[in-house]
């Protein structure tokens, strides 16, 4: 099995920073790309950022410029560095990985419980 957990949530003022990070366990025979993602009060779950193994990242329209997403391949981590904070930030955040348990297994997409962020104005 594969857990993710996310950390780092948490109340902050608008224009204010904070870093999620996502540590991966379990069955990691090869972990694919990484991600973060998030669910407004009644919205749907969007994504926020992606980062292949290889390092290439995208970002949401909504984030480029603020936020930075990072992994550490080594840690099977994965950071979301949020800088210049919006009250429409506010939002659980979910962390998200693509996961080969075994050799010659398929990959499988994991997800984290989520962590709140609330921005405050």
């Known amino acids: 099995q594969v857990q993710l957990v996310e950390s780092g949530g948490g109340l902050v003022q608008a224009g204010g920073s904070l870093r999620l990070s996502c540590a991966a366990s379990?069955?990691?025979?090869?972990?694919?790309?990484m991600g973060w993602y998030r669910q407004g009060p009644g919205k749907q779950r969007e994504l926020v950022a992606t980062?292949?193994?290889?390092?290439?990242?995208n970002y949401a329209d909504s984030v480029k410029g603020r936020f930075t997403i990072s992994r550490d391949n080594a840690k099977n981590m994965v950071y979301l560095q949020m800088n210049s904070l919006k009250p429409e930030d506010t939002a659980v955040y979910y962390c998200?990985?693509?996961?080969?348990?075994?050799?010659?297994?398929?990959?499988?997409?994991?997800w984290g419980q989520g962590t709140q962020v609330t921005v405050s104005s």
């Open positions: 998200n990985a693509d996961v080969r348990t075994t050799w010659g297994a398929r990959w499988s997409d994991y």
């Open positions: 980062i292949s193994s290889a390092g290439r990242t």
């Open positions: 379990g069955s990691l025979f090869s972990i694919g790309g």
